[in-house]
Structure formats: C-alpha cells, structure tokens
C-alpha cells in the first residue's frame, strides 16, 4: 500500500466519526429476502457474541507485539498482521459499508490490501499493509462502530443478518488463527475445553427420505446449505464417535502407510511426496508414541479422536478397517437427532465432493461458496473444540481438499 503515513492510530482514531456519516445502502439487486432468515437473535445477544468473538482474536493475536514475526509463504496459512486487518475490514464492509465498495472505509486503501476476493493468496506477504498498532486500532475502531449500531438501531432482518454474517466469518477467523499456530509450532495463548470421552460402537439407521440441507424460516444459514431437499438414504451403521488415536494407531503399528491397497491414487501420491509413515505430527518414542499439540509435545491420548489427518488417510485407514466414510447426507440423517452422533470434537471428513445443492444461489457474500465448487473440496461436518456452538448446526457443511490436515479434522466411518 501507498500514503503510509495515513496508517497512523491517530488518523483511525479520528476518523472513526466520520462512519456516522454513511449513507445507508441501496437495497442490492439479488440480494435475498432477509426475512428468510428469521428468526434471528436479539441485538443484545449479537452485541455479546461479537464482544466474545473480538476478546477471542484479540487473545490469539496479541502474542506478536508490535512486530510482525517471520511466517513462511505457505497455502494453507495467511500472515497474521493481513488476517487481522481483514477480519476488520469484512465486519466494516458488510456492517457499514452495506457491501458498497463506492461507499469509503476508515482506512486509506483498505480495500486494496485486505479483500480476499481480490488480493492473492501469495501478494499477502509483500504488501506494503499497516502496522500491529494501526491494524489493532482499525479493529477496535470497527468493533466500536458495530457495537453502538447494535445498541441503537432497530434490528431489521438484513441488520440481523449482517450481524450474524461478520460475527461467524471472525469465528472461523479464529479457528483458523488456531490452524495457523498448530501448523507453525507456536503456543496456543487460549484454553480450549478438553475433548469428552467418547462413546462406542456403531448405531443402526433406518433408511429414509432425508430433506438435505436447510430449510426457509429456521435462523442464519450459508448459502450452501440452500436449500432442503429430498435425497433417498439407504439404511446404514455408523460409528457413533470419530475414529480413536487407538483405532489409528493400529491402522499404522500395522504398516498401513506402507500397503499400497489402501490408498487411492491421490492418495499415495500424497504420502510419497511427504514421505508420511504416519499422520502429521506424530512421532515415535521409546516410551510410544507423541503428537505435537501447537508448540508441546505430548502422550499419544488413545481415546481422542484422532486429528490432523487428510481425507486420504482417512480412506485409507477405512480400507484397512473393511470400513467407508459416510456421505454428507448419511451424516446429517444421523445427527440431525440430537445425541444420537459424539460431534463437535474435530471436523469429520466425508465421501462427498463440494457441490452445490438444486437451484443454488449465492447470497451476498458470492465467494463464500460458489468459487470454490469448480475443484475438488471434500464436506466436512460436525464442527470441532475450536468451534464456537454458535455456529452448529446438522446442516451446516464445511470444505476443505482432500489434502488438507491442518484444521482439526478426523473422521467417523460407517459399515460396509
């Protein structure tokens, strides 16, 4: 970015103001009924999970200081000091700025450095971006904005929706900061809740007529859960929990990662050009074996769900198993009654390619799903220890390539 000298925490201070002044946005063409996404919660209830989603950041940010550490140009990482800018500038664009780029961010040229849309994945670590106490003071001065909007506007179904929008994007913002700190080695600086024992065994499910995906008048969803419809389900056994660090550990002790059978093509190319004998972070010792949790070593846990593995290693150990991942709609048939699935502890990879559903259509927000549908991402469901409970919902469906084993994700698996 140009005019450096405007990135000053005076300048943001003062101009935090001028945002009163903004005229409020056209409706958008295309744009949804908001009245779709009702009901929506109270504005004081929003006030309060933005407040919580903001300490959350800023806890898991404010390590770094005044100065920006060396982070590697990795794909699946983002520098922290963009990361933090851009959490602030989608809140102000959507919030604020009602999706209008014409209309101006209290930030000089923010809209150059920190669209993700439009800023390369790989240009992020040479832009000439605000310092931490600039960025910090941008975020506060947004979160002020947005706090006071809650506390005094009437809460109009596209003011909820926003709201709801900004508050879940910072979310899973910072889940991914937490992604960011394991894949990097660096202390965690928050507790997480510690993960419950599991259950056991598989359960029985009937077949049925399974209405996949969202239905109208049931609170904020993703446009990718639009909208519910019919698929046939055959009857099926699934495990009740996600597969164990025990279960896993036999899938290895056995020369799993050695037995080509196991392994699809993507597959065992993966694990040749990483040279995997066993998942990320693994080690072994004498004494057995350790797994890295962020920037400690520790005993292999044997009844947690095993994490950090890829899709293909989950296949993987699924043919070993005489086993099958189960698709998407087999998982949300299954938890979509409540207490009959252990969710909620690591993201569980399904058989299931990324797509959208009949009659898609984006919602405001057109890149949070629809540029991602053209290669192959794998569903992930059930949400894991870092996910706020805000954000859990049988339907809601996260993807990531079948590569990918930096988030906290496992698996569960189904009888053949």
């Known amino acids: ?104 961010s209290i930030l000089p040229h923010a809209d150059r450095g920190y669209d993700s849309a439009r800023v390369a994945h790989d240009t992020r670590w040479t832009l000439d971006l605000p310092d931490w106490p600039t960025t910090r003071a941008y975020f506060d001065a947004v979160l002020a904005r947005s706090l006071s909007l809650l506390e005094r506007e009437p809460l109009s179904d596209a003011l909820a929706y926003f709201a709801q929008l900004a508050i879940f994007h910072q979310d899973m913002h910072n889940e991914a900061f937490s992604y960011t700190w394991q894949t990097l080695g660096y202390a965690m600086p928050v507790a997480f809740a510690e993960p419950r024992p599991p259950a056991a065994a598989d359960i029985d499910i009937p077949a049925s007529t399974l209405w996949l995906g969202a239905k109208p008048g049931t609170g904020f969803v993703f446009d990718n859960e639009k909208w519910a419809h019919e698929v046939e389900v055959a009857a099926f056994r699934i495990g009740r929990s996600a597969v164990s660090n025990a279960q896993y550990r036999d899938f290895v002790e056995a020369g799993g990662y050695a037995r080509r059978e196991f392994w699809s093509d993507a597959g065992w190319a993966l694990r040749e050009r990483l040279a995997l004998e066993h998942p990320r972070y693994w080690q072994r010792e004498a004494h057995g074996w350790s797994v890295r949790r962020f920037d400690r070593w520790l005993p292999l846990a044997p009844q947690e769900p095993v994490r950090h593995v890829s899709c293909h290693e989950a296949e993987a150990y699924c043919r070993w198993a005489g086993r099958r991942l189960p698709s998407e709609a087999e998982w949300e048939y299954a938890a979509a009654d409540a207490g009959r699935l252990d969710c909620g502890r690591v993201w569980e990879w399904t058989s299931s390619r990324f797509g959208p559903y009949p009659g898609f259509a984006a919602d405001p927000y057109k890149e949070y799903s629809a540029p991602w549908f053209a290669e192959e991402h794998r569903v992930l469901r059930g949400g894991s220890f870092a996910t706020p409970r805000r954000l859990l919902r049988a339907t809601w469906r996260n993807f990531y390539k079948p590569e990918r084993a930096d988030m906290f994700c496992g698996f569960r698996s189904c009888a053949l």
């Open 1 to 104: 970015m140009d005019d450096n000298p405007a990135y000053t925490y005076d300048i943001v201070r003062e101009q935090v103001g001028t945002m009163d002044n903004i005229a409020e946005p056209p409706a958008r063409a295309g744009w949804p009924d908001f009245s779709i996404y009702r009901p929506h919660p109270a504005a004081s209830l929003l006030r309060a999970w933005l407040a919580e989603s903001s300490n959350q950041t800023r806890a898991l940010t404010g390590f770094f200081g005044d100065e920006s550490p060396a982070v590697p140009l990795l794909q699946i990482v983002n520098p922290p000091l963009w990361e933090l800018g851009h959490v602030a500038w989608f809140q102000e664009f959507w919030l604020h700025r009602g999706g209008d780029f014409d209309a101006p």
